[in-house]
């Protein structure tokens, strides 16, 4: 399967996505029945994102000069750990290995397994050479590089297995914000899509915010109405009863908007529902300390990822800052 069969067959899937045909209806129905976090919403929201970000054919090709891609590689076989915080969240894993020319082996997450896997039955229509280069698996063994991505404990897990070969192991990570208070109301709408958009379950959501000390919170909370259906998911809701009856017992100052909690912490990781806070004299001083930060995925503001854009990855946009294909095109 040369490089030209395979940006067909991707371009194949981006057309059946678009169409949302009615097998495409059914995946995305039962991937929300087995995780309700994944709902009909943000499914979409995601499938709009992977057919204007990854596989326009335009911007496909465009990757594709940049790296100099030809089929003189000879192909491996990569192991995928997929991770299942927010839907089809491995996409990009699984398209850098099948452009590059390699061979893959998936392990999915528990929390997504419809998606990605349907497309890739789709794709096994399309040509039934596809089946020789995807395979998935619920163990991950002789692969000859793996790309693994889970929470903090899971990397641990993942570097003793893998640590022999070569490999890109994931950690979490999330994202925050700088305000200077003199964001406009659409700033501040859009700021709230990168906040609450998947629940907050994305390591590109924003969880944490720096603002100066004088800043005003109500136009801010003004701007979460938007998400105030979230309270009628039970998940979401629950959440939300049980972070506020511990901010209650606890006696600490939080505001809300019934559906955010909003508190000063200095934690950058604020649990589903819950977004922290923090006060800030140097701007200079600030962006030096986030920037080194290797828990930190995006920076959004003004003089950073413009507000709204922290869920809009493109296909140049790599996960933690570490090239996939270029350490596909190495191994």
């Not at 039955?121 to 163990?139: A, P, R, W």
């Amino acid at each position: 399967m040369n490089l030209q069969k395979r940006i067909y067959l991707i371009d194949l899937l981006r057309d059946y996505l678009k169409k949302n045909e009615e097998d495409w209806k059914i995946a995305k129905t039962l991937a929300t029945s087995k995780n309700p976090w994944f709902t009909e919403h943000f499914i979409q929201l995601a499938t709009d994102n992977i057919i204007d970000n990854f596989l326009k054919k335009e911007k496909i090709e465009k990757w594709v000069h940049h790296y100099y891609l030809n089929d003189s590689n000879t192909p491996k076989n990569i192991g995928i750990v997929m991770a299942g915080n927010i839907p089809m969240v491995g996409f990009h894993d699984f398209l850098c290995v099948f452009i590059s020319g390699h061979k893959q082996t998936i392990k999915f997450s528990s929390k997504d397994d419809v998606l990605l896997k349907h497309l890739i039955l789709k794709l096994n229509e399309f040509d039934k050479e596809v089946s020789d280069f995807i395979q998935t698996s619920e163990m991950l063994k002789g692969c000859d590089a793996y790309i693994a991505t889970g929470g903090n404990q899971s990397a641990i897990h993942f570097e003793q297995y893998f640590n022999k070969y070569p490999n890109i192991i994931r950690r979490n990570r999330t994202s925050v914000a700088v305000l200077t208070g003199k964001e406009t109301v659409g700033e501040l709408e859009l700021l709230s899509t990168d906040i609450h958009t998947y629940f907050g379950l994305g390591c590109r959501n924003v969880t944490k915010l720096f603002v100066p000390k004088t800043y005003d919170f109500i136009p801010l909370l003004h701007s979460f109405s938007a998400f105030k259906y979230f309270r009628d998911y039970n998940k979401y809701s629950n959440n939300y009863d049980y972070q506020l009856s511990i901010l209650l017992l606890n006696n600490i100052k939080y505001m809300s908007n019934e559906s955010t909690l909003l508190i000063e912490d200095e934690r950058l990781y604020s649990p589903i529902s819950v977004l922290h806070y923090e006060h800030f004299e140097n701007n200079i001083h600030l962006t030096e300390q986030l920037k080194n930060n290797n828990q930190i995925q995006c920076i959004v503001g003004r003089d950073y990822l413009p507000f709204g854009k922290s869920q809009e990855p493109d296909i140049f946009t790599y996960a933690d800052g570490v090239d996939t294909m270029q350490f596909l095109l190495s191994l």
